[in-house]
């Protein structure tokens, strides 16, 4: 065998491992959610029944937390996307030596552990302003951490950013609001919503922190470990392949307008050539 047969082998067996690594969870998972077993398992298969998407529907306290979910994440997206672009703004214009301690400050929520912006975050609201918990602190806690990961998409962006671009429209008179609102903003739309789909995950799956601050509001994924300790059905499969089968939805539709959108602006370039 020549070295370069081998070393497609060797590649090829390393993508095939890698992608079962990740999908083969899922598949389990998902083949479990049409097994009639009272347990979410695929062994012993006890036949095929749609009946856990019933009880899915009929779980009002799961569709309660799911939509606590998604007010959360909504908050997450309004308070982490635009701190992470002021913060993102202010490192790209600024020049001196506190740069790099601010960028390491601005990041240094990441490498904090969940449990401990959870437990910080409590505490200081409850000593200063008596709130003890609910959607207002879980939003806060979790766009202290959220925000340094919008920061950094920004952040790359702006590192292609032509600043020449904001001079020529100064020069001409436009004010920085009209510079910001008609070339910077414009320029970083695709990190904006990048980073605001990015917020939404990181918010939806969120456990450690959200713990600590909810209150007596009950996170999606509080309600699941919950029913994990307390009896887990396979109505909760069925849940994540509902999820699952959205993702690729929308990553299909992303990427379908993606393309048309470069088709689009490869035939503007070609007509005006």
């Keep these: 065998m020549s070295a370069d047969r081998f070393r497609r082998a060797v590649t090829g067996a390393y993508l095939v491992l890698f992608f079962a690594y990740l999908f083969l ?18 062994t012993p298969w006890m036949g095929f029944t749609l009946g856990w998407f019933q009880a899915l529907w009929q779980d009002d306290r799961m569709w309660s937390a799911l939509g606590t979910s998604l007010l959360v994440g909504a908050g997450v997206i309004l308070v982490a996307v635009p701190l992470g672009l002021a913060a993102a703004l202010l490192l790209d214009r600024l020049h001196s030596r506190a740069k790099t301690f601010l960028y390491a400050l601005m990041v240094s929520p990441l490498l904090t552990p969940g449990v401990i912006v959870g437990i910080s975050t409590l505490v200081f609201w409850r000593e200063w302003f008596g709130v003890t918990g609910g959607l207002f602190l879980t939003v806060v806690a979790q766009s202290s951490f959220i925000a340094a990961y919008a920061m950094l998409m920004f952040a790359a962006r ?15 008179g436009a004010t920085h609001g009209q510079v910001f609102r008609r070339i910077t903003l414009p320029y970083l739309s695709p990190a904006i919503l990048s980073a605001a789909l990015l917020a939404f995950l990181q918010s939806f799956e969120n456990y450690n922190t959200t713990l600590f601050v909810r209150g007596l509001d009950t996170t999606l994924t509080i309600y699941i ?37 470069e088709r689009r602006q490869a035939g503007s370039a070609a007509a005006t050539v």
């Design 25 to 42: 969870p899922l598949a389990v998972m998902a083949a479990a959610t049409f097994n009639s077993s009272r347990f979410p398992t695929v």
């Design 158 to 172: 702006l590192e292609r950013f032509d600043p020449a671009l904001e001079e020529a429209a100064l020069d001409l």
């Design 225 to 261: 470990a919950t029913k994990v300790r307390t009896g887990l059905t396979p109505a909760v499969n069925a849940l994540s392949l509902v999820l699952i089968v959205l993702t690729v939805l929308g990553a299909v539709v992303y990427e379908i307008l993606r393309r048309r959108d």
